[in-house]
């Protein structure tokens, strides 16, 4: 039986991964992983943190975008190699922390992140330049929850093995059940019986397309009502946007709610607007609450929301949210409660099955199984010396490809004895 660190935000921690990690650990004890491993959640991180990730057998690192939550769940993660979850490709925010704090990792995290960047790379792109690169070279295996996460990190040069399993639902059924009969309360507040509630939920940011709802909606020929609930950021005002945008007469902001009524609000929309840009390549926790709960949702044709299924999302051209094209897609779906209640029902469908914890969990599991069986190589460790010592005499890849300095590495795996039957 091993012994698994679980590191990661829980409850009550103010952020979504605090959620996601609840979900998974269901998942990992449905699926039967508890019966057979001992796994160790640790949160919040105190002075015997490091000590408690030594002395497992294998760590779980989840990393976020935001230092105050993951910063010292990254330092485990480099000097623990295991398995990280990259919930943020980019991680350009944690690295900036990390930066600020002084930590001795982020100049060669900044070093190695650039050295891996395309030499055309567009620094403005928060996938310019991949700031996970020491992450996930440090790491035994990487958890992705996106098939684009992959190929990025293959188009960057990753070589740590890669297990691509979903964002699972944070909800049960019957909580949504609940929210979405409560849903009429939370809907009076904020509009007529008649108008069409179109909404933005989360961290109201300036990448989540605030802009261009309050664009579209003088565009907009339907009777709706904008909702904008959420976080608010100290870095983007969402109270100027709506001052500036001349519209603010027909849309409402509420924010900072509690977790539960935050589901309530996003059960109380007719069509959510969840657009990406830049796209960061995470996969939007948001997103699959509203799919959960079966709320018609436009979405930016671009990486991870290109693998949510035809029929379950509508979506609009990636890049800058175009207005005129927004109001466009709103007007449809506002006008037509049929094929919201279609796009409604395939979503919840799509949802329950391909978003179980439980199949989260099977990733998770195949993910500590790997590197379990990796430490427990005796091969492992004589390719690790070998590697070490040729890299000190100046061998990289590009001599170990034509051969140079090989043999004995083949040797080892000539001498490793079959598995049984």
Same mark, same amino acid.
């Given at each position: ?232 950021? =100290?870095?983007?005002?969402?109270? $100027?946007? !709506? %001052?500036?945008? #001349? &519209? *603010? ?132 460790? =004589?390719?690790?010396?070998?590697? $070490?010592? !040729? %890299?000190?005499? #100046? &061998? *990289? ?25």
């Amino acid at each position: 039986m091993a012994n698994v660190a679980f590191c990661s935000p829980l409850p009550p921690a103010q952020t979504g991964i605090a959620a996601y990690a609840t979900a998974v650990l269901g998942g990992l004890d449905e699926i039967g992983f508890t019966a057979e491993h001992r796994l160790d959640p640790m949160w919040p991180l105190g002075p015997g943190a490091e000590e408690r990730v030594r002395a497992s057998d294998v760590g779980v690192f989840q990393l976020g975008n935001n230092v105050e939550f993951h910063g010292a769940i990254y330092r485990l993660s480099v000097w623990n190699p295991g398995v990280v979850v990259l919930h943020d490709l980019a991680l350009d925010g944690l690295m900036y922390g990390l930066g600020l704090a002084n930590d001795p990792l982020t100049q060669p995290a900044r070093a190695e992140a650039m050295a891996a960047a395309t030499p055309n790379a567009d620094l403005e792109d928060p996938l310019g330049v991949p700031w996970c690169a020491q992450a996930v070279r440090r790491s035994r295996t990487v958890i992705v929850h996106s098939r684009f996460a992959r190929d990025y990190l293959l188009r960057v040069g990753c070589r740590t093995p890669i297990v691509v399993t979903p964002h699972p639902l944070v909800e049960r059924d019957d909580e949504i059940d609940a929210a979405r009969e409560r849903r009429a309360r939370l809907r009076h507040r904020v509009a007529r019986g008649d108008e069409v509630v179109v909404g933005i939920a989360g961290d109201l940011n300036a990448s989540k397309g605030i802009e261009a709802l309050l664009a579209a909606l003088p565009r907009v020929r339907s009777n709706v009502r904008g909702v904008l609930v959420g976080r608010t950021s =100290s870095h983007w005002d969402v109270q $100027g946007a !709506l %001052r500036r945008s #001349g &519209v *603010g007469d027909r849309v409402t902001v509420v924010a900072d709610v509690r977790d539960d009524e935050f589901l309530e609000w996003l059960c109380a929309f007719d069509i959510l607007i969840n657009l990406r840009h830049p796209h960061r390549g995470e996969t939007s926790g948001s997103l699959v609450r509203a799919l959960h709960a079966g709320v018609p949702t436009i979405v930016s044709a671009v990486g991870t929301y290109l693998e949510v299924p035809e029929g379950v999302v509508a979506r609009i051209a990636p890049g800058p949210p175009d207005p005129v094209e927004l109001a466009s897609v709103i007007d449809r779906l506002a006008e037509d409660p049929e094929a919201r209640g279609a796009m409604s029902r395939h979503a919840r469908d799509y949802a329950r099955s391909a978003l179980a914890p439980r199949v989260t969990a099977q990733g998770y599991a195949e993910a500590v199984h790997r590197v379990l069986e990796l430490n427990a190589d005796p091969v492992r460790t =004589s390719i690790a010396r070998w590697a $070490g010592g !040729l %890299r000190a005499t #100046g &061998v *990289g890849p590009q001599h170990a490809a034509r051969g140079l300095g090989v043999r004995y590495a083949e040797a080892l795996f000539e001498l490793r004895p079959e598995p049984p039957g």
